[in-house]
C-alpha cells in the first residue's frame, strides 16, 4: 500500500525523526536519495538546472548538485533570491563546481526544488516565469519532494505551477501528490526512506499497489464455499435505450468474486441478459448486495427496493439522481465529476479542480462511501479513509466501462469486502484490466470485462506486475 500523509503530520514525524538522527543527519538521507534518483534518470552527459527556492528543499537539491559534480557531471543551478538559500547547500555546490546562472535557457532536463512541502500553491514572480519557461520548452523535469506550485495537502493547482515527468518524495507520499490536478502533475511519484516510518501517524490517503493481493485472500472461496456463501450479488440495470450496460454490468459482477448473479428488470431485457449469460439467474431473491443504476430508467424504485434489503448498495449513473436524505457507510455511490457535480450543485470544474473536497462533502452529506470517477479515481468513506487509484490507461474513458466497474464493485461487496475496500480494490483491478486491454490499443468495455477474471486472479496470487498496474 502507497501512503500518504499530510504536511502537519510529516512535520511531526520528522520532528520526531529528528531527535536520534538530527536534522543534517534526515537532510543527508534525503540528499542520499535525491542523488542516486538524479543520477539514474538523468542521461550522463546532459547539464540539468536546478531551480532553487529559499528553503530547505533548495538545500537539498544544492547538496545532490554537489554530490552529482562530485561524481564528473556539469550541472547549472539559478537561485530564486540570493538572499534566501540553503547558504551551507549553496556553499557546498560551489565547492564543488556546480555553475550558478541566472536562469533557465536551452535546458531540456530540470530538477525543481523550488518549494518543498513548506510550498503555498500557486506561483508568482520569477517562481511563475520559470513555470512559464518549463510550459513552453517542455524538457524533462524532477521535483524534489513536489513539484513547486501545486497545494500539498490537497492537490489543488490554483495558478503557475512546474509539472513534473518523476517526483522524489521523502519518508511518505503527500496527498497533493496522489489527488486532483496535483496527483496528474507529478508523473512517477517514488517514495524514498529517510527514517520517517516509525513516527508517521495514519496515513491522509492510500493507494492499492499490485503486491497488495495478500490483503484480500478472504475473498478466495473456502474448501467449504458453495455459491451462496460466495455471496449473490444482484443487479437492477439497463433499459430499452441502454440494454448494453446491463450486459456489460452483468459482465463485471460475472469477474468478480460472487457466486451468482440476480439479475432484475424487465421480463425482455432480462431474457436477453440470461440469453447471453446463462448462469445469471432472472428475478428477485437473497442478495448479499446490490448494483442499481447502470444505464437504468429514470425511477427512484430500484434503489428504493435495494435499500429495503439492508444490504450494501453500488449506486450509478440514473440512480444517483433518485437519492434519500440520507445513507449508510455501506452504500458506494459512483459518480463521475459531472454527476458529482450535479449532486452538490455546482460546476464539473469545481468537483475538477479540487475532487478531494468535493467527495468529502458529497460523503459528509449523504454518510455514503463515494467513489468518484476520473483519471484518479478516488474513495472517500465516512469514517475518514481515502484511497487513490493510481492504476489505469487513459483508453478506459470508453462507453460502458463505468457499467463494467459497477457490476464488479457489487461482486467484491456480496463477497464480504467492506465499501471502501471493495470500491478501491475494484477501481484497482478495473484499471489494470483497462492497462492489460489497451496493449491490443482501444478496446471495446467489455474487453474490460474479460480481463478482470485474470488480473484478479495475479492480484490475489501475488503475481501481478507493478509496471503493467500503471
Ligand atoms: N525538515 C526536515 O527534517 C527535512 C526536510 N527536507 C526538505 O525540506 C523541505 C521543506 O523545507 P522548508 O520547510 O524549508 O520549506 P520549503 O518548501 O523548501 O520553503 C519554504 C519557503 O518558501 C516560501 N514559499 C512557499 N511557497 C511559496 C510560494 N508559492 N511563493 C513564494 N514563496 C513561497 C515560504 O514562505 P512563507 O510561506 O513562509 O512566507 C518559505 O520561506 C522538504 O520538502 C524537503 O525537501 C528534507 O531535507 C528531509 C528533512
Ligand atoms: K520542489
Redesign the pocket.
Known amino acids: 500500500m502507497l501512503t500518504a500523509h499530510r504536511v502537519a503530520d510529516i512535520?511531526a514525524a520528522?520532528k520526531a525523526?529528528?531527535a536520534s538522527a538530527g536534522?543534517d543527519g534526515?537532510?543527508q538521507?534525503?540528499?542520499a536519495a535525491l542523488t542516486d534518483v538524479l543520477a539514474r534518470v538523468l542521461p550522463e552527459d546532459a547539464v540539468p538546472i536546478v531551480l532553487v527556492?529559499?528553503?530547505?528543499?533548495?538545500?537539498?537539491a544544492l547538496f545532490a548538485a554537489a554530490a552529482l559534480c562530485r561524481r564528473g557531471r556539469r550541472v547549472d543551478v539559478a537561485l530564486l533570491d540570493r538572499g534566501?538559500v540553503h547558504e551551507a547547500g549553496l556553499a557546498e555546490a560551489l565547492a564543488s563546481g556546480v555553475r550558478v546562472v541566472d536562469g533557465p535557457v536551452d535546458h531540456d532536463h530540470v530538477v525543481d526544488?523550488v518549494?518543498?512541502?513548506?510550498?503555498?500553491?500557486?506561483?508568482?514572480?520569477r517562481?511563475a516565469e520559470w513555470a512559464g519557461w518549463v510550459e513552453g520548452r517542455r524538457p524533462f523535469v524532477v521535483a524534489?519532494?513536489?513539484p513547486?506550485?501545486i497545494g500539498v495537502d490537497d492537490g489543488v493547482r490554483p495558478g503557475p505551477s512546474i509539472p513534473a515527468d518523476v517526483t522524489v518524495t521523502?519518508?511518505t507520499a503527500k496527498v497533493g501528490l496522489l489527488v486532483g490536478p496535483g496527483g496528474l502533475s507529478s508523473g512517477r511519484v517514488l517514495v524514498r526512506d529517510?527514517g520517517l516510518a516509525p513516527h508517521l501517524s495514519a496515513p491522509a490517503a492510500e493507494a492499492i499497489e499490485a503486491g497488495d493481493g495478500q490483503r484480500y485472500r478472504s475473498i478466495v472461496p473456502g474448501p467449504e464455499a458453495h455459491k451462496y456463501s460466495r455471496g449473490v450479488v444482484g443487479i437492477e440495470a439497463g433499459s430499452p435505450a441502454y440494454a448494453g450496460a446491463a450486459h456489460l454490468c452483468v459482465a463485471g459482477a460475472q469477474a468478480g468474486p460472487a457466486g451468482m448473479v440476480r439479475f432484475v428488470g424487465e421480463p425482455d431485457l432480462a431474457a436477453r441478459v440470461v440469453d447471453r449469460a446463462p448462469e445469471v439467474v432472472a428475478g428477485r431473491g437473497r442478495v448479499q448486495a446490490w448494483v442499481v443504476g447502470p444505464g437504468g430508467q429514470d425511477s427512484p424504485d430500484p434503489l428504493i427496493s435495494a435499500l429495503a434489503d439492508d444490504v450494501p448498495v453500488v449506486v450509478d449513473a440514473s440512480a444517483l439522481a433518485h437519492l434519500p436524505e440520507r445513507l449508510r457507510p455501506d452504500v458506494v455511490l459512483t459518480p463521475h465529476a459531472g454527476e458529482l457535480a450535479r449532486l452538490l450543485d455546482v460546476e464539473r470544474a469545481e468537483v475538477e479542480a479540487d475532487p478531494l473536497l468535493s467527495a468529502r462533502r458529497v460523503v459528509e452529506r449523504w454518510n455514503a462511501t463515494v467513489l468518484l470517477k476520473g483519471p484518479r479515481t478516488l474513495v472517500v468513506s465516512p469514517d475518514g479513509r481515502v484511497r487513490v487509484n493510481l492504476s489505469g490507461t487513459s483508453w478506459l474513458g470508453t462507453a460502458g466501462a463505468g457499467d463494467v466497474l459497477a457490476g464488479f464493485v457489487g461482486s467484491l461487496l456480496a463477497s464480504g469486502l467492506d465499501a471502501l475496500e471493495a470500491a478501491s480494490v475494484g477501481a484497482y483491478l478495473h484499471g489494470v484490466a483497462g492497462a492489460r486491454a489497451a496493449r491490443g490499443g482501444p478496446f471495446p468495455a467489455h474487453v474490460v470485462a474479460d480481463e478482470l477474471r485474470g488480473v484478479l486472479h495475479d492480484f490475489l496470487e501475488g503475481t501481478l506486475d507493478d509496471e503493467e498496474a500503471r
Open positions: 512535520r520528522e525523526a529528528a536534522w534526515l537532510m538521507r534525503a540528499v527556492g529559499p528553503g530547505n528543499n533548495g538545500g537539498d534566501h526544488a518549494f518543498g512541502i513548506g510550498a503555498r500553491a500557486g506561483l508568482d514572480g517562481a524534489v519532494d513536489v513547486s506550485g521523502f519518508g529517510i
